[in-house]
């Protein structure tokens, strides 16, 4: 399937994708571009350091489908940990 999304940047189309794992999603754009994959249909893993509980709650409160993964991507050992979890 397709999935178009907008921001104030623009359009933004995601295709043949179930699951999207997007970073800094616990506010601003990423909790956007979050918002808007899950309310396409798409899985949305959102990764965030901390405070991404909080963001999560609220999408699952709408009805979203939304997990969150703790991670730093300027860390390897959190990108591993990450990583490993999800997979």
């Known amino acids: 399937?397709?999935?178009?999304i907008t921001n104030r940047f623009g359009d933004v189309r995601?295709?043949?994708v179930g699951i999207a794992f997007v970073t800094g999603a616990n506010k601003g754009i990423g909790r956007e571009i979050?918002?808007?994959l899950a309310a396409k249909g798409i899985f949305v893993l959102m990764g965030?350091?901390?405070r991404g509980?909080?963001?999560v709650a609220?999408?699952?409160a709408e009805g979203l489908s939304v997990e969150f993964i703790q991670i730093d991507v300027?860390?390897?050992p959190s990108v591993d940990?990450?990583?490993a979890e999800v997979d």
């Open 1 to 4: 399937g397709t999935a178009e």
């Open 14 to 16: 995601v295709t043949n």
């Open 34 to 36: 979050s918002q808007q």
């Open 48 to 50: 965030a350091r901390e």
């Open 53 to 55: 509980e909080k963001a």
């Open 58 to 60: 609220d999408l699952r």
């Open 74 to 76: 300027t860390s390897q």
């Open 81 to 83: 940990h990450a990583a």
